[in-house]
């Protein structure tokens, strides 16, 4: 299995994970023409896709998933509370799940969704899982979680939010109000945050670590990294970084 990040942040985020045999997108908060410029980049057709899952049903994550998935005829995975948001527009083939649920596959690919804390109707994150390649992906989450915890555990790839550095965040443009939601329990990981979790895993066979969801205002890569490799310095030489202007290249696990 391997996965591409093309592209991460508050402007715009969409992961493709793939196998031989399957091909899913993971988000669109990017506007059709868009997605299909970058998987275009990435050597991706965009009628070679076979799904779309969504994590949540803010802006930045489903610009494009409408769009797309009627364009392509592509099934979209997706909660009830983010379908009932009434944000996504007319679907072709809507296919309803919930966080608690057991793993499902689509292809060979199993796909196992778990809640996170954001400020969303019904949000969901997922660790995809094909052979012995297991891909936890944590955006968009306020806080840590025992059970987030033990979800990525044991995990071959890594997705992981470093949005904002607290004092970046502290002196940084956005108003009181914007700052209690971003640096909250239901907001977004800071870089402190993320490095705590890692702390707590075993990432012995961790091949890939991705810092993804870097604030462009409330954060640097070199603060990001820094937390990181201070929490898990091994990690070091497994760690790259997302961008929101451009692909990340592919990672295998």
């Known amino acids: 299995m391997r996965f591409i990040s093309l592209g991460s942040g508050s402007r715009g985020n969409a992961t493709l994970i793939e196998t031989a045999e ?11 023409r868009e997605l299909e410029r970058r998987l275009a980049l990435s050597g991706v057709a965009p009628d070679t896709l076979d ?18 998935a009627r364009r392509y005829r592509l099934p979209v995975w997706l909660t ?8 996504l527009g007319r679907l072709p083939d809507a296919r309803l799940i919930h966080a ?16 996170v804390p954001h400020d969303a109707r019904e949000p969901v994150q997922f660790v995809f899982r094909s052979g012995a390649a297991r891909l936890g992906v944590l955006t968009d989450a306020g806080m840590i979680t025992p059970h987030a915890v033990a979800m990525l555990e044991g995990c071959t790839g890594l997705l992981l939010e470093c949005n904002h550095d607290p004092g970046m965040l502290a002196r940084g443009p956005y108003p009181p109000s914007l700052q209690r939601r971003v640096g909250g329990d239901l907001g977004h990981l800071s870089n402190a945050q993320a490095a ?5 895993l075993d990432h ?3 091949e890939h670590l991705v810092a993804a969801h870097l604030s462009e205002k409330n954060n640097t890569p070199e603060l990001a990294c820094e937390a990181l490799i201070e929490a898990a310095p091994q990690l070091e030489r497994r760690l790259s970084l997302t961008h929101q202007d451009q692909a990340s290249g592919w990672f295998e696990v």
């Open 51 to 68: 799904g779309i899952l969504v994590t949540h049903e803010h802006q930045d994550h489903v610009r494009g998933v409408g769009p797309v």
């Open 100 to 115: 608690h649920q057991p793993a499902f596959h689509i292809g060979d690919i199993q796909v196992l969704p778990y809640p």
């Open 204 to 206: 012995a066979g961790l």
């Open 80 to 87: 009830h509370g983010t379908f009932r948001s009434g944000r």
């Open 22 to 32: 399957t091909r899913l997108l993971l988000d669109c908060g990017f506007a059709a």
């Open 196 to 200: 705590a979790l890692l702390k707590r």
